[in-house]
């Protein structure tokens, strides 16, 4: 059965870092990519940074460009988002997400495109 489980989510002031963590388990096929996305409350889910897995090519909301950087380590099986520079605005529930089947670059921050989710870890930004 496929398991995602974030962690690292925290409270921390503007200006400061995070790094969220995604262990995945559970895999017969490996996906073709993997996504964080976030939802602030009373807002839509939306995608962050998507990574692909076969060649590394990464996507980057443009808010979070330059900020945010997403990586995997395949030994570990584990998804990274590095989040610098945070602003209240960062504040959010972050959620990783898979996809088995390849994604096209203008989707691969749609949330609709992936299929398994974690539970979420909850970011909170204070200015």
């Known amino acids: 059965q496929v398991q995602l489980v974030e962690s690292g989510g925290d409270s921390v002031q503007a200006g400061g870092s995070l790094r969220l963590s995604c262990a995945a388990s559970?895999?017969?096929?490996?996906?073709?990519?993997m996504g964080w996305f976030r939802q602030g409350t009373g807002k839509e889910r939306e995608g962050v940074a998507a990574f692909y897995t076969n060649g590394g090519i990464t996507y980057y909301d443009d808010s979070v460009k330059g900020r945010f950087t997403i990586s995997q380590d395949n030994a570990k099986n584990t998804l990274y988002l590095q989040m610098n520079s945070l602003k209240p605005e960062d504040t959010a529930i972050y959620y990783c997400?898979?996809?088995?089947?390849?994604?096209?670059?203008?989707?691969?921050?749609?949330?609709?495109?992936?299929?398994?989710w974690g539970q979420g870890t909850e970011v909170t930004v204070s200015s």
């Open positions: 559970g895999w017969t096929l490996t996906p073709y990519v």
């Open positions: 997400a898979a996809a088995l089947r390849t994604i096209g670059g203008r989707w691969a921050l749609e949330p609709d495109e992936y299929t398994y």
